[in-house]
């Protein structure tokens, strides 16, 4: 199995899985750069899943399943045209074409039916859309930091090998603000440097691993008591549980 970044819009990545002629599309924001990649390198598009009724994540949807002819997977929770498989938590799916088995988790938080895809196995993936992002998690646009929190749980429990395999590309931003949240942690520092050199050869960022996020994503690391103080100290009060510290800061990441 080849995992193919295919980048659209500013910051987004679509994300083509390749198995020798054939091929499956993950968030399809966009069909002009899909089709295009599957032309050049000669892949027939046998599936398409989605994580999340976002424009950026479906809008290229229609357009590829009307020329490919092939199933749409996606959130039972959302309303997304053109889905010809609903999937909820625990439901496994084996990709047509590709013989790839997945297995959905549901992850709300940025909307309210968010799902991610697991590949599980010697060399585990996950596709978590916009939930777990390299340093960082996603806005709160539809659900409540308990969901949030419990989907970033989720997400952490797998096996830290795990390739996550996020929407955007904003790492080296995400950075910036786990320094301000967590400035004494020096695999932190350590990996701003080594995602700094990626950027400079214009490299991709992602995918990342989950051990590498439960080390440096402040969103992951609400226990931890420089991040507990740095939420309290932007709080200007005392925060008595977790959920309180994440919430706290996603809203300060919101306006940093």
Same mark, same amino acid.
């Given at each position: 199995? #080849?995992i193919?970044?295919?980048?659209a819009?500013?910051?987004?990545?679509?994300?083509v899985?390749?198995?020798?002629?054939?091929?499956a599309?993950?968030? &399809?924001?966009? =069909?002009?750069?899909?089709? =295009?990649?599957l032309?050049?390198?000669?892949?027939?598009?046998?599936?398409i899943?989605?994580?999340?009724?976002? %424009?950026?994540h479906? +809008? *290229?949807?229609?357009?590829?399943a009307?020329?490919?002819?092939c $199933?749409?997977f996606? &959130?039972?929770?959302?309303?997304?045209?053109?889905l010809?498989?609903?999937l909820?938590?625990?439901?496994r799916i084996?990709?047509?074409?590709? +013989?790839?088995e997945?297995?959905?988790?549901d992850? $709300? +938080?940025?909307?309210? %039916?968010h799902?991610?895809?697991?590949h599980?196995?010697?060399?585990?993936?996950?596709?978590?859309g916009?939930?777990?992002?390299?340093? *960082?998690? +996603?806005?709160?646009?539809?659900?409540t930091?308990? #969901?949030m929190?419990?989907s970033?749980a989720?997400?952490? =429990?797998?096996?830290? #090998?795990?390739?996550a395999?996020?929407?955007?590309e904003?790492?080296?931003s995400?950075?910036?603000?786990?320094?301000?949240?967590?400035? *004494?942690? /020096?695999?932190?520092?350590?990996?701003?440097?080594?995602?700094?050199a990626?950027? /400079?050869?214009?490299? !991709?960022t992602v995918?990342?691993?989950i /051990?590498?996020e439960?080390?440096?994503?402040?969103?992951?690391r609400?226990?931890?008591?420089?991040?507990v =103080?740095?939420?309290e100290?932007h709080?200007?009060?005392?925060?008595?549980? !977790?959920?309180?510290?994440f919430?706290?800061?996603?809203?300060w990441?919101?306006?940093?």
């Amino acid at each position: 199995m #080849q995992i193919h970044a295919v980048p659209a819009f500013q910051d987004n990545y679509l994300w083509v899985i390749a198995e020798d002629d054939r091929a499956a599309v993950v968030d &399809p924001g966009d =069909a002009v750069p899909v089709q =295009a990649f599957l032309e050049r390198h000669g892949l027939r598009l046998e599936a398409i899943l989605a994580t999340h009724h976002h %424009g950026d994540h479906v +809008g *290229g949807l229609a357009a590829l399943a009307q020329r490919w002819s092939c $199933p749409v997977f996606g &959130p039972a929770g959302e309303r997304i045209a053109g889905l010809t498989r609903k999937l909820r938590e625990g439901e496994r799916i084996t990709v047509p074409g590709l +013989g790839i088995e997945l297995e959905v988790l549901d992850v $709300p +938080g940025h909307t309210a %039916g968010h799902i991610a895809y697991v590949h599980r196995g010697d060399d585990p993936v996950v596709f978590c859309g916009d939930t777990l992002f390299a340093c *960082g998690c +996603g806005r709160l646009f539809e659900g409540t930091p308990a #969901q949030m929190v419990s989907s970033l749980a989720k997400l952490a =429990a797998l096996p830290p #090998q795990t390739r996550a395999f996020c929407a955007h590309e904003y790492t080296m931003s995400n950075i910036r603000f786990a320094e301000a949240v967590e400035p *004494g942690n /020096a695999k932190l520092a350590a990996r701003k440097a080594r995602e700094a050199a990626r950027r /400079a050869r214009n490299e !991709p960022t992602v995918p990342m691993r989950i /051990a590498d996020e439960l080390e440096t994503n402040p969103f992951l690391r609400c226990t931890e008591p420089e991040v507990v =103080a740095s939420a309290e100290r932007h709080a200007g009060r005392a925060l008595a549980v !977790p959920v309180e510290v994440f919430a706290e800061i996603r809203q300060w990441k919101n306006n940093f």
